[in-house]
């Protein structure tokens, strides 16, 4: 009996181990499917856009899986929009190509988020909406075959006055929406049409290792646009575009503050990143409302900036309510040009509706262990009727071609151990300039400086 007993549990247990593996084989976390097999051709020719988006398909209908871009000997796939599915992750391997349609129509519109509102406009080559656990990696190359797309919008702005970024429809790489738990990590991003990787109302985002490129003169090509998102880490990446290199965005307009589809941008970390080439390191707007809890550290300014770049640019939009705090920069390496600070008004595309213009706040920016050579020191500047208060500049040493700040209207500015081109720096903050017959707003309260550190 014992024998019998003994056979019958082994065989169970064998019988549960194939069961089990047979599980693991075909489980959603190892199930890939490479888009070949259904059809797709690397000649850079034939438009792949339906049998991407059958592979898509076909495994979330097994319940999810990876698509595989495989390398194809340095010929890419040509595709329009495709959409990831539940439980559906990409692959780009190594030395493969995703290479976007130069054709509109190849991107059919849809409503999506884009500049601070939803309209009728192009979803981005790789779409992913509502995916929660999403992956996209791989050390293959998203392009975005922008020239045409760059030049039609030079174009318009020849022919028409007053064109603005929507009225030229452009493509973005990847847009992901509404998903939480997402990891980007990988990727190389080429030549986007208008904006790289837009991320709108996602919690628990890692982007890693990627290497963002855009030409000189390319418009809207934003390296990373963190709109109303929250719990982003952004570390050891390569942005070297024509825009932000980061973007922190929000809603727009005289009644941003009330608008559900945008909470608050926060909790963002960047790290180890290198930015050569673009409008500033991060940038809050030109869409934002409210930004808080950043941090940026142990990040370099290094490349052929000619342009040069903002290591903090804060748009104080002037149409737009606006809470900017708890912004902080460590141990920033510079090696170029540019502008270290810019908090100043941006009217570009001010539409106040018939209401007054709104105040914006600005508070508990610190700016510290930043040493190397640039270009100019920067602007504080407020709206009349807006707070700037508790700014700290903490252990520089900067060489500047323009070492003279402009600094209005702030309080609370908090100087300790910065040298420039070789000198302690001792702040002068004018008071704000308004309108004739009017009392400095913003008090032109004196700065405090500490001893410099021994």
């Known amino acids: 009996m014992h024998t019998h007993h003994s056979i019958r549990c082994w065989s169970a247990i064998a019988v549960l181990s194939l069961v089990t593996a047979g599980s693991a084989q075909t489980s959603p976390a190892g199930r890939t499917a490479t888009i070949t097999d259904y059809g797709a051709k690397a000649d850079g020719e034939t438009l792949n856009t339906e049998p991407i988006q059958k592979t898509i398909d076909a495994l979330a209908e097994q319940g999810g899986g990876t698509v595989v871009v495989p390398a194809a000997g340095g010929k890419a796939f040509l595709s329009g929009a495709v959409f990831l599915k539940h439980g559906v992750n990409l692959r780009v391997e190594k030395d493969a190509i995703l290479k976007g349609s130069t054709n509109v129509k190849d991107y059919p519109a849809i409503r999506t988020r884009i500049e601070g509102h939803f309209q009728e406009w192009l979803p981005a080559l790789v779409n992913a909406i509502e995916i929660d656990n999403l992956r996209i990696d791989g050390e293959g190359t998203l392009d975005g075959s922008g020239t045409p797309f760059y030049a039609a919008f030079r174009d318009a702005q020849r022919t028409t006055r007053g064109t603005k970024n929507l009225d030229v429809p452009r493509p973005r790489l990847i847009f992901i929406q509404k998903s939480n738990s997402v990891t980007v990590r990988g990727i ?26 855009a030409p000189p003169g390319s418009p809207s090509t934003d390296g990373i646009d963190i709109d109303s998102s929250r ?125 007054p213009r709104p105040a914006h706040t600005v508070r508990n920016i610190t700016l510290t262990d930043i040493k190397g050579t640039f270009g100019s020191f920067g602007t504080i500047r407020p709206n009349p009727g807006d707070t700037i208060e508790h700014i700290t500049l903490e252990n520089w040493d900067v060489k500047l071609t ?14 300790k151990n910065v040298k420039v081109n070789g000198e302690a720096y001792i702040p002068e903050i004018a008071p704000m300039s308004v309108g004739r017959g009017d009392a400095p707003a913003g008090g032109g309260a004196p700065a405090t400086t500490a001893p410099p550190a021994r």
């Open 188 to 213: 190389h991003l080429l030549n986007s049409g208008f904006w790289n990787l837009h991320v709108y109302n996602c919690d628990g985002v890692t982007i890693d290792g990627l290497d963002i490129q």
């Open 402 to 415: 323009r070492p003279v700040p402009s600094f209005a209207g702030m309080k609370d500015l908090v100087v």
């Open 231 to 355: 719990n982003v880490t952004i570390t050891n990446t390569y942005i070297s575009n024509n825009d932000d290199c980061i973007a922190l965005k929000g809603s727009k307009g005289p009644f941003a503050a009330q608008d559900k589809d945008s909470p608050p941008v926060e909790h963002i970390r960047v790290s180890n990143c290198t930015f050569a080439m673009g409008g500033s390191l991060v940038t809050c707007g030109s869409e934002a409302t409210f930004v808080r809890d950043v941090v940026v550290e142990n990040c370099t300014i290094a490349g052929p900036n000619s342009r040069g770049i903002n290591m903090l640019r804060l748009k104080l939009r002037t149409d737009t309510p606006q809470v900017y705090e708890d912004i902080h920069y460590k141990n920033i390496m510079l090696d170029g040009m540019g502008t270290l600070i810019n908090v100043s008004p941006w009217t570009q595309y001010e539409d106040l509706m018939g209401q």
